[in-house]
């Protein structure tokens, strides 16, 4: 390398070369060339104080009368081995190399021969993926092909040694297992009673996901995924993870326990809510409404679902995480109404097995994913708006099938030709205009989850239209079934509805409300006037059609009698 102890000619070592030009040498530029020279320096060289000479040469450095320098590195090599050494060497490293490969197979293969294969119930599981035909996808023509993924290692065996996590471990004998509560094709969610979980004194119902054993590796990933993706996140809205049993035996994830499952069944069970508490005599239950979360739902609660969701997506959002796959039936409902979002990895097959279509690594949730996703793959914050919008118009419709009648291989061309779904009879102008606004077709002009949560805020203020959620006539149901379109079901307007005021315990209330209580005739007992439709006193009940001052009149309550009688 380059050194100041490098090789040259000189007469007087001591002096020259020394680094530094001094006056006898600055003199006559000759008599030490190699402190004093300015002109050209050929080869590796570090200039001198002043940048004059070579302090520093790389191999033998010579100079010239006309102060021409160059540095050149001595060729001259004593040859350490001949080619025969070289010969003896190259086949010794070989022959060690073959022998540690036949070592190594002679011992992995007599472990394997030996030692019991582990069950799928330990913490080292050996996952098998049965051979089976491609999984179908679609390509943007709506051409069905194999998918590539499918096809890489039909049958394989993958063992995968799960590693614990002190803070989040929790003992396996503390945890006693119940009933199940939502089950797929390879995991399944139980109720579960932890016992001093988390510091706390004696018993906490809470949730534990787990794998089944036909589960693949691809699914353990899923898991593993969800589990590392729940230590990070911590807000009201997000479910909350408690710990982990990983070792030992199969890997259990302990979550919060929501004590009205997923929102699509909440929502879809509400609908029966008005007849489930009303007695014979038409009076309330009153040990039904005791509970607070059971009482019927107004326009502001969808709002607010709505709201917490945003929130909790919002929270995502600046944490950097993309959800993938937001749907009402992955957002659970505790206790008090509360909304909490869930199912980041596993559970996309567990409770609604008819949402997905069967991909290569898993079912795909179609109908709620954005275009960019369907075609290109890409998942973003933006993305998960996208499928917030679908949300809404399953809050909107308590928990109906989106895009019904529609089969989820014509929705890829329908969505790319700019069709959307119409707004549901039951929904304000001003949601659905946040609908569309989620399902834009350029990402970048979908609003945040920030904007959304202060659009819902807006919204509630508002809101005091009373939603009905009476019992089930037969077109209740036509929402339900992904062989009719929205068109055929028909949904209560809630726009111009009274306001909220008990059961309805009149004829005309029960109009206004649309509770179809068995007992009420069709036709008023009573003729009504425009008179009475415009009687100040009652105005918030007036309407075209239906007059709301009967309700109060002597002969509403004679006929009132009749029936309870």
Request: aromatic share 10%; charged share 25%; proline share 6%.
């Amino acid at each position: 390398g380059i050194t100041t102890n490098y090789s040259t000619c000189t007469p007087s070592i001591k002096t020259c070369p020394d680094g530094v030009c001094d006056v006898v040498e600055g003199r006559d530029p000759a008599v030490c060339p190699q402190d004093c020279t300015s002109g050209n320096i050929i080869g590796g060289h570090g200039k001198g104080t002043g940048n004059l000479g070579i302090k520093s040469g790389h191999g033998i450095c010579y100079c010239f009368p006309r102060q021409n320098c160059y540095c050149e590195k001595d060729d001259i090599k004593e040859q350490l081995c001949d080619i025969v050494c070289k010969t003896v060497i190259t086949g010794a490293v070989a022959l060690c190399f073959v022998l540690s490969v036949l070592v190594s197979y002679y011992f992995i293969h007599r472990y394997h021969k030996n030692s019991p294969k582990p069950p799928i119930a330990s913490a080292e599981m050996t996952f098998r993926r049965p051979a089976q035909s491609y999984p179908i996808s679609y390509s943007s023509s709506n051409v069905r092909r194999p998918s590539l993924d499918s096809m890489e290692n039909q049958v394989s065996v993958d063992t995968f040694k799960i590693p614990e996590d002190p803070k989040w471990e929790f003992p396996r004998k503390n945890l006693v297992l119940g009933k199940t509560l939502g089950e797929g094709e390879f995991g399944k969610v139980v109720k579960a009673t932890a016992f001093r979980l988390k510091g706390r004194a004696g018993y906490t119902t809470v949730a534990v996901k787990m794998l089944k054993e036909n589960a693949s590796q691809s699914e353990l990933r899923d898991l593993l995924s969800e589990f590392n993706l729940l230590k990070q996140v911590n807000h009201p809205h997000v479910i909350k993870l408690y710990g982990a049993c990983s070792q030992d035996g199969p890997l259990y994830l302990i979550v919060e326990y929501a004590k009205y499952g997923s929102l699509r069944s909440f929502l879809r069970e509400s609908r029966k809510v008005g007849p489930s508490y009303v007695g014979s005599d038409g009076n309330r239950n009153s040990s039904y409404l005791d509970n607070p979360d059971e009482r019927a739902l107004t326009m502001g609660d969808l709002i607010s679902f709505a709201w917490q969701i945003s929130r909790g997506m919002q929270y995502l959002a600046e944490m950097k995480l993309v959800h993938r796959d937001l749907a009402a039936r992955n957002v659970l409902v505790a206790e008090g109404r509360k909304m909490k979002i869930s199912d980041f990895g596993l559970s996309r097959d567990v409770y609604e097995e008819d949402s997905y279509v069967k991909r290569s690594k898993g079912r795909i949730p179609v109908k709620w994913m954005a275009i960019e996703s369907l075609f290109d793959h890409i998942y973003t914050t933006q993305s998960d708006v996208w499928s917030f919008g679908v949300l809404l118009w399953e809050i909107v419709t308590l928990g109906g099938n989106p895009y019904p009648g529609i089969a989820p291989e014509r929705l890829f061309n329908l969505l790319k030709t700019g069709y959307r779904m119409e707004r549901p009879e039951n929904c304000s102008e001003e949601m659905y205009n946040l609908m569309l606004r989620c399902w834009k077709q350029e990402p970048d002009k979908r609003p945040t989850f920030t904007e959304i949560s202060k659009e819902l805020e807006k919204m509630m203020v508002k809101s005091r239209d009373y939603l009905d959620l009476a019992a089930s006539t037969p077109s209740d149901s036509l929402l339900y079934d992904d062989g009719l379109s929205e068109e055929e079901t028909p949904l209560v307007d809630c726009n111009n509805a009274p306001l909220p005021r008990t059961l309805p315990s009149t004829w005309i209330e029960n109009k206004l409300y649309g509770m179809s209580y068995p007992n009420w005739p069709e036709e008023s007992p009573v003729p009504l006037t425009r008179f009475d439709g415009t009687n100040s006193v009652f105005s918030r009940y007036a309407n075209d059609s239906v007059y709301a001052n009967w309700m109060v009149s002597h002969s509403a309550a004679k006929f009132m009698d009749k029936f309870d009688s």
